[in-house]
DNA sequence: ATAGGGTTAG
């Protein structure tokens, strides 16, 4: 069932729920949790949580830990973190216990919008409660302290969880070039760029962030040799930097540019 | 069946 991603989806998704005893199939707490990530996924946030107070009991169906997660991610996206935080309890008392994923969620929407001070409580609290952080956990701590302009302690963040045996993945570096992205150092781009390329490829997000970066400081000589290495992986058109080369008047650096790396198909793409 | 960043698509 492909009931995610489109808005409206969720009416589906709903239709078929309801239709699922005449249809001689058996509504699970899957199908139930297939209906709540349908709704997530459609934005329908107060919804989920409705549905998880209500249907239930209803139907007859026992939510489970993927229930409660996918309500709290869902709390969490509309921001009422209190809501999403009581859910914790609510699962407790239900007998079940939080998951690495519950305190992920948790984490993140917390980080996410500059609470760092409650979030290291949860943290605190995920650690009480022998749920080991993961990578995930880590950066969106990361994400967080670069959200709210800290990135002096975000890289602080980033060796200390090197100490604690848990090695940086794309997203932490990525993390750390957003910061300095947005706080305009080109030394400490380069820098963190370099350092993600002794261990990674860079993905589609830090090509993206760094070349819009680095054409907003007119650094015409890397930027060029990044676009191209992107392109070449098929993951930027570069179309827009070209247009960038062209409106300027820079034809000979466009050409040359086109010449050295644009692949056929970009090309027709720009000149169809 | 549940948790990620980025935005160069126009």
């Known amino acids: 069932m492909t009931l995610y991603g489109k808005s409206g989806m969720y009416e589906q998704a709903h239709k078929l729920f309801d239709e699922m005893p005449e249809l001689k199939c058996q509504r699970t707490v899957n199908s139930f949790n297939a209906l709540l990530a349908a709704y997530l996924h459609s934005k329908k946030f107060i ?8 249907l239930p009991e209803k139907l007859g169906i026992e939510p489970d830990l993927i229930s409660y997660n996918t309500v709290i991610k869902a709390y969490c996206e509309m921001g009422s973190m209190d809501s999403a935080l009581s859910m914790v309890d609510t699962l407790e008392k239900k007998g079940l216990e939080p998951d690495i994923i519950t305190f992920n969620t948790l984490l993140d929407g917390f980080f996410s919008r500059g609470r760092i001070v409650d979030g290291d409580e949860i943290w ?9 952080p993961d990578i995930r956990t880590y950066n969106s701590k990361l994400r967080g302290l670069v959200h709210g302009n ?7 963040f980033f060796e200390e969880m090197k100490n604690e045996g848990i090695e940086p993945d794309i997203h932490s570096y990525n ?10 150092n080109l030394e400490q781009v380069k820098h963190w760029y370099g350092e993600l390329k002794k261990s990674y490829k860079p993905d589609r997000a830090t090509y993206c962030k760094v070349l819009s970066f680095l054409r907003k400081k007119n650094e015409f000589e890397m930027a060029s040799e990044i676009c191209k290495e992107a392109m070449d ?6 179309v827009t930097w070209m247009d ?6 820079r034809i000979e650096e466009a050409i040359q540019f086109v010449e050295s790396g644009l692949s056929r198909s970009a090309l027709k793409l720009r000149f169809p």
């Open 124 to 132: 605190g609290l995920m650690e009480k409660k022998n749920v080991v």
């Open 47 to 54: 919804n989920a949580g409705e549905l998880l107070e209500q």
């Open 233 to 238: 992986r098929r993951l930027i058109s570069g």
């Open 175 to 184: 993390a750390l070039i957003t910061g300095y992205c947005d706080e305009g």
């Open 150 to 156: 800290k990135v002096l302690e975000a890289v602080e």
């Open 244 to 249: 960038k080369l062209v409106s300027e008047s």
